[in-house]
């Protein structure tokens, strides 16, 4: 994958130790540090202002949970489901998702810095009103996914599922779509300012401008 920037990958020390979620209900502030979080579900918990550092969630299943106002940090999620998870008006710096389910999941008001969703599946994610600094999407699926009134600065689509996403609001000078699958976008001729696409994108959004493309052949 070509990539015009460099993401901060997250750091996390090599030997840590297993823990359980519940862990957090111990202290008299929810903080989370140092540690793997694996095989588990996490069912029904509402915790507004956690702390997680250095931590690893493996194969964990979060069922209707709202953690609004999180700070990640140095973090990945690894084989999890998140789907309808409330993550709003977190801050989530260099965290990675790989291989997650993210269905429903809401992200908006969310500052998100270093950050990569690797082959996840986020079909109607919210992320109205979120900035993005150095945030990659790869070969993932974000159908119907709602990108309102965002602030994009170095982020990259790479061959992922982007139909009938919703940039309303939201302008993609400088964001590389190019290798991405689409039937529709909610967007505006003016959003596209500077935006990178195909050679076919292009001739799709020229219907926008109500222009008639003629082959030569």
């Given at each position: 994958m070509?990539?015009s920037?460099?993401i901060?990958?997250?750091?996390?020390?090599?030997?840590?130790e297993?823990?359980?979620?519940?862990?957090i209900?111990y202290d008299?502030d929810?903080?989370?540090?140092n540690c793997?979080?694996a095989?588990t579900?996490i069912?029904?918990?509402?915790?507004?202002k956690?702390?997680?550092?250095k931590?690893i969630?493996?194969?964990?299943k979060?069922?209707?949970?709202?953690f609004?106002?999180?700070?990640?940090t140095?973090?990945?999620?690894?084989?999890c489901d998140?789907s309808?998870?409330n993550l709003?008006e977190?801050?989530?710096h260099r965290?990675?998702?790989?291989?997650c389910?993210?269905?429903?999941?809401d992200?908006?008001?969310a500052?998100?810095?270093?950050v990569?969703?690797?082959?996840?599946?986020?079909?109607l994610?919210?992320?109205?009103v979120?900035?993005?600094?150095?945030v990659?999407?790869?070969?993932?699926?974000l159908?119907s996914?709602n990108f309102?009134?965002c602030?994009?600065n170095?982020?990259?689509f790479?061959?992922?599922d982007?139909?009938?996403?919703d940039f309303s609001q939201?302008s993609l000078?400088?964001i590389?779509?190019s290798?991405c699958?689409f039937?529709?976008?909610n967007?505006?001729?003016?959003?596209?300012?500077?935006?990178?696409v195909?050679?076919?994108q292009?001739?799709g959004?020229a219907s926008l401008?109500?222009?008639?493309v003629?082959?030569?052949?």
């Amino acid at each position: 994958m070509s990539q015009s920037f460099k993401i901060e990958l997250p750091k996390i020390f090599s030997d840590l130790e297993k823990a359980n979620f519940q862990d957090i209900f111990y202290d008299e502030d929810p903080y989370l540090s140092n540690c793997i979080i694996a095989d588990t579900v996490i069912n029904k918990e509402v915790v507004e202002k956690l702390v997680v550092s250095k931590v690893i969630f493996k194969n964990a299943k979060f069922i209707d949970v709202s953690f609004r106002k999180i700070d990640l940090t140095d973090v990945i999620f690894e084989n999890c489901d998140l789907s309808n998870a409330n993550l709003s008006e977190g801050i989530i710096h260099r965290v990675n998702f790989k291989n997650c389910k993210l269905l429903g999941s809401d992200f908006s008001e969310a500052n998100l810095g270093n950050v990569s969703f690797e082959n996840c599946i986020a079909n109607l994610c919210n992320f109205a009103v979120t900035r993005f600094k150095q945030v990659i999407f790869d070969n993932s699926i974000l159908q119907s996914a709602n990108f309102y009134d965002c602030s994009l600065n170095k982020v990259k689509f790479y061959e992922s599922d982007i139909n009938d996403v919703d940039f309303s609001q939201t302008s993609l000078k400088g964001i590389d779509i190019s290798t991405c699958n689409f039937e529709k976008l909610n967007v505006s001729i003016e959003s596209l300012n500077g935006c990178e696409v195909s050679t076919e994108q292009a001739i799709g959004f020229a219907s926008l401008l109500g222009l008639k493309v003629k082959s030569l052949n």
